[in-house]
């Protein structure tokens, strides 16, 4: 009698999964798991490199309201973020809490992104304001010259973006493009597109309005990204109003390699 090998496959989805003989069959589950799979299919993971739309200069600015030397950067990025091809997004951090004024924004999660930025280009310790371009490049936020000459050399730098394609509100899709060295990471972002005053009332910039624009208020990994297709569940937006950015980018404070927003 011939034997064979039965082989394992892997579903493109986690409705496709079930688990021991104990698992309930849910032919709405399954309804579900088609209709996916066959959405899948018919997305464009299969363009040639290059195709997919140019990817924008991701621009993150890191910053605080009670750092006394952030209100320049802050009004300067925020005009960056007005130009076509760049996606300017402010993390507030909340290490210069202790002076005497907590930042309105700021979350634990965003400092932790920028000290992996600190480990990755090499830097002495995490500071404000800064300004990381394409994960690829920093400078002194109070630098706008330097932050402009950033920005223009990753406008000209050559680009091989994933597609990255939405679907709803509850979906984004990233197609196949060369991966980094040890896989990259997908993040969502969820930002605040209004420009922001904020009356500073106690700290180092005591009395002083401290304008900010682009936000962020939210920051999740997704997930893993190895060059090919895969596709990921986004949760539902913590605050209305808010604008969705999801980057692909080489693990651990790495190169952003590609960034899509829903249209419309």
């Known amino acids: 009698?011939?034997?064979r090998t039965a082989r394992a496959v892997r579903p493109p989805h986690a409705l496709l999964q079930f688990t021991g003989r104990g698992s309930a069959f849910k032919p709405e589950a399954m309804r579900k798991a088609a209709l996916f799979s066959l959405v899948l299919l018919a997305l464009p993971f299969a363009l040639p490199a290059g195709a997919a739309a140019r990817s924008p200069v991701v621009l993150e600015l890191y910053t605080a309201q009670g750092c006394a030397s952030c209100g320049e950067a802050n009004a300067h990025v925020a005009k960056l973020a007005e130009k076509p091809g760049v996606l300017a997004l402010t993390f507030p951090v909340d290490y210069w809490d202790y002076?005497?004024?907590?930042?309105?924004?700021?979350?634990?999660?965003?400092?932790?992104r920028q000290k992996a930025y600190v480990a990755k280009l090499a830097l002495r310790e995490p500071y404000t304001p800064q300004v990381v371009v394409d994960g690829a490049a920093q400078a002194a936020g109070s630098k706008a010259e330097r932050v402009d000459q950033l920005v223009a050399e990753a406008r000209k730098a050559p680009r091989n973006p994933p597609d990255i394609h939405f679907v709803g509100a509850s979906r984004v899709y990233v197609g196949s493009a060369r991966a980094p060295k040890g896989g990259g990471e997908v993040w969502l972002i969820r930002y605040?597109?209004?420009e922001q005053d904020v009356a500073v009332k106690a700290g180092d910039n005591k009395g002083q309005t401290i304008p900010q624009k682009n936000v962020v208020r939210e920051l999740k990994r997704l997930g893993a990204w190895r060059g090919k297709p895969v596709a990921f569940r986004l949760p539902?937006?913590?605050?209305?109003?808010?604008?969705t950015v999801v980057l692909v980018q080489a693990g651990h404070g790495g190169r952003v390699l590609g960034a899509g927003e829903p249209k419309g």
């Open 236 to 243: 539902e937006s913590p605050e209305e109003g808010l604008k």
């Open 99 to 112: 002076l005497g004024w907590a930042d309105t924004f700021a979350k634990p999660e965003f400092g932790e």
């Open 192 to 194: 605040d597109p209004r």
């Open 1 to 3: 009698m011939e034997r």
